[in-house]
């Protein structure tokens, strides 16, 4: 079976395929949306996007290789080392998971949890911010907004009360966020209504 993979290999010519990069939107699980740059880190290679959306580094010497995306909605990620001799000579693929920031446009209907971190007025840039036994998680940005996202959810992640519907959390309907920064754990509990925006705010 040709796989999704399979199909970024270049047709016939002098340049030889090193590896490609392909980005996956946290959310959609599609490919990112806006404005995206894709660059090695100190390198002057360029990427090349393909019709099949997968950025494509030729001809490049033998060593190790960063990758860097910068982007409108996303937050920014360097990839760790890349050594191109170790990945599968038939489909040299590097995929990097792109999270949403505060500021990605999510579709109507999505069921988001949006909030502020402060510490005496001030905003708290950096924290990491989860929601317990769950994989759910974000970063605050330097405005100290966090978004967390939910996908599509099932009935087992839903409770069901008077004709509403919660997202499950840890103790029936309540969701436990924590906000990690200095050493010092910020929680807040609250209930989110599927396909709602919730919103908090953590001190």
Do not use: C, W
């Amino acid at each position: 079976m040709i796989t999704k993979t399979d199909k970024i290999l270049l047709k016939r010519h002098a340049a030889k395929l090193s590896f490609a990069v392909y980005l996956i939107d946290d959310y959609s699980g599609d490919a990112p949306i806006g404005r995206i740059d894709v660059r090695l880190k100190g390198r002057d290679e360029k990427p090349i996007k393909n019709p099949s959306s997968y950025y494509t580094l030729l001809d490049l010497p033998d060593d190790t290789y960063t990758v860097q995306v910068r982007s409108e909605y996303y937050y920014d990620v360097d990839s760790g080392d890349i050594h191109p001799a170790e990945l599968v000579p038939k489909s040299p693929v590097v995929d990097i998971t792109l999270k949403p920031m505060p500021s990605y446009p999510f579709p109507p209907g999505a069921t988001l949890i949006r909030g502020m971190a402060r510490e005496e007025g001030n905003a708290i840039s950096g924290a990491r911010v989860k929601i317990r036994d769950k994989d759910v998680e974000g970063v605050t940005t330097e405005e100290g907004e966090f978004v967390l996202y939910f996908g599509d959810l099932t009935n087992d992640e839903i409770i069901k009360e008077n004709g509403k519907r919660f997202v499950k959390g840890a103790n029936g309907k309540n969701i436990h966020i924590e906000v990690e920064y200095g050493g010092k754990p910020r929680k807040r509990n609250l209930e989110a209504l599927e396909g709602k925006t919730t919103f908090v705010m953590v001190k």
